[in-house]
């Protein structure tokens, strides 16, 4: 049980556009989800918390107008990363909670 | 707010050695303290957690200590395996499981030759 998937696993954009990456718990229901940045050979880095029917929470630092929450139900969270430019290069990790925190297995974002 | 400190950054066994790694954190109100597994290009994989009200937790060669008088919890890894070389993260989390943000340590890269 408490698996996570992500879709999808990497995307390359053109500098400019705009990039949705869908984040979801498969066999449980999340009021709260979490997005996380991980730049290579880092730790993870909390970007913002999801949680379902109400706005995200954004941790300091992190543009909310840039990256976009909407958690609309129990088991589905969605960031979209708009306007993307290269330094947004990264790979993005969600993770969903029931008790402990399950991650899904990331997204490589790749902007051109 | 919480901080928490991982040790050591790289870590070299043979296989069949025991591996530890140890994190210290500073917020004494911390009760939760996961240990999660990531492979290259994978998502972080929960390993083995314990909360404060407990002193240790073992599942089969993956155990876990922590001490709240000196803030600090380890993961212990025996009779390692080629499988287990992966990057390991300790965390914290100052409430219960339920509501609080995970704090991460800087994470291990360990690597378990043949």
């Known amino acids: 049980g408490a698996v996570v998937s992500q879709h999808p696993s990497w995307v390359i954009c053109k500098s400019g556009t705009s990039v949705k990456i869908e984040c979801r718990s498969l066999?449980?229901?999340?009021?709260?989800m979490f997005w996380y940045r991980q730049f290579p050979k880092q730790s993870l880095m909390l970007m913002a918390t999801s949680n379902e029917g109400s706005k995200a929470t954004y941790e300091q630092g992190v543009e909310k107008d840039k990256f976009l929450i909407n958690h609309a139900s129990l088991t589905l969270s969605t960031l979209t990363v708009t306007s993307a430019h290269p330094e947004d290069s990264s790979f993005y990790i969600c993770?969903?909670?029931?008790?402990?925190?399950?991650f899904g297995p990331g997204t490589r974002l790749l902007v051109l | 707010g919480e901080n928490v400190e991982q040790h050591p950054s790289t870590l070299s066994v043979q296989e069949g050695d025991s591996a530890v790694i140890k994190c210290t954190y500073s917020d004494s109100a911390s009760n939760y303290f996961p240990w999660y597994k990531q492979e290259l290009g994978k998502g972080p994989q929960l390993i083995i957690d314990i909360r404060s009200n407990v002193g240790e937790k073992k599942d089969q060669r993956i155990a876990v200590t922590l001490n709240k008088t000196a803030k600090h919890f380890s993961l212990h890894i025996t009779e390692t395996q080629p499988e287990d070389s992966a990057v390991y993260f300790c965390?914290?989390?100052?409430?219960?499981?339920?509501?609080?943000?995970?704090?991460f340590g800087q994470g291990t890269t360990l690597q378990v030759k043949p």
């Open positions: 066999d449980f229901q999340a009021t709260t």
């Open positions: 965390a914290a989390v100052r409430g219960s499981s339920n509501t609080g943000k995970l704090i």
């Open positions: 993770s969903a909670r029931q008790e402990a925190q399950y």
